[in-house]
């Protein structure tokens, strides 16, 4: 369940992007749903960090820490009924 202080910044986030809050609970839904698919496939997680991180020009640690986070941001910051 998302906090006030997560609440307050979604909404900031909301105004500052000029993006309604059903759009970012699609956007997120989608998100998780993408990397559940991504995680049963063949692809290896190490292989998709080495990818992700050289087509970005990120580090590999940030990149596996962003794909690790995706498909939990579901869970911690929509209520599911």
Do not use: H
Request: with cysteine.
């Amino acid at each position: 369940m998302a906090t006030n202080i997560e609440k307050k910044a979604m909404k900031q986030v909301c105004d500052e992007l000029e993006i309604t809050l059903e759009e970012i609970v699609m956007a997120i839904t989608q998100l998780s749903a993408g990397m559940k698919v991504l995680a049963s496939t063949r692809i290896k997680p190490d292989l998709l960090v080495v990818l992700v991180a050289r087509a970005s020009n990120v580090r590999q640690g940030d990149v596996e820490k962003v794909l690790e986070a995706l498909p939990q941001m579901e869970a911690k910051f929509l209520k599911k009924k």
